[in-house]
């Protein structure tokens, strides 16, 4: 099991990052809880990491905090939730806003999250809510502000990294374009699917 990896980060694109060991790139997918907080390419990460064995692929996550690492090996023990869904979820949403959504019984913000249906959302409140008993919920941190979105390259980024985590196309695209409308400020990609993932839920 590699429980925690220590690299250069050398590539970052929704939802995989590339990290540089000892001459060796491991290609690592994250939520996007742990690409905002990726330091620029070229830079020292350490990340937690759960290791999935599969006959056809041998898959690595990586979860900047520990907490995450572990709602994320909470989730995919639920019925039906695997790694993919896994990642969604923490993307969409904070580990400590998730833990919020069970204790509330909100199964309605859990049905707008992209891969979730009215089942899967009761079964998730259900089966997590025993694993959650005593999580404790910390603050949640202020939204940031950057520079003004320069560039096409970055809309397109975004969207594709939503798309990877299962909206539609189209949906993408409109959340990006609402969210590109109301603010005028916006520091990069992932800043800017925070808030597209922040209007979708």
């Known amino acids: 099991m590699i429980g925690q990896i ?10 995989e990052i590339h990290l ?5 790139t491991y290609e690592i997918q994250v939520p996007m809880s742990t690409l905002y907080q990726l330091p620029e390419i070229g830079q020292k990460l350490i990340l937690h990491t759960h290791f999935v064995v599969r ?3 041998q898959l690595l996550y990586g979860f900047y905090d520990a907490k995450d690492k572990a709602m994320f090996r909470a989730l995919i023990r639920v019925n039906g939730v695997g790694p993919k869904l896994g990642l969604a979820i923490l993307s969409g949403m904070e580990a400590d806003d998730f833990a ?4 509330d019984n909100d199964v309605t913000t859990l049905v707008g ?19 959650l008993s005593e999580w404790e919920v910390s603050g949640i941190a202020a939204d940031g502000s950057g520079d003004r979105i320069s560039t096409s390259a970055v809309t397109k980024d975004a969207e594709t990294a939503l798309v990877s985590l299962g909206y539609k196309p189209m949906q993408a695209a409109r959340a990006i374009a609402l969210v590109v409308k109301d603010n005028t400020a916006i520091a990069n990609s992932e800043e800017l699917i925070r808030l597209a993932l922040k ?3």
């Open 113 to 131: 999250m992209p891969g979730i249906g009215k089942k899967t959302a009761e079964r998730l409140i259900v089966e997590m809510r025993d694993r």
């Open 100 to 103: 919020r959504t069970v204790r």
């Open 6 to 15: 220590s690299g250069i980060l050398v590539a970052k694109q929704a939802p």
């Open 20 to 24: 540089e060991v000892a001459g060796i």
């Open 55 to 57: 006959e056809d692929a």
């Open 199 to 201: 209007s979708m839920v």
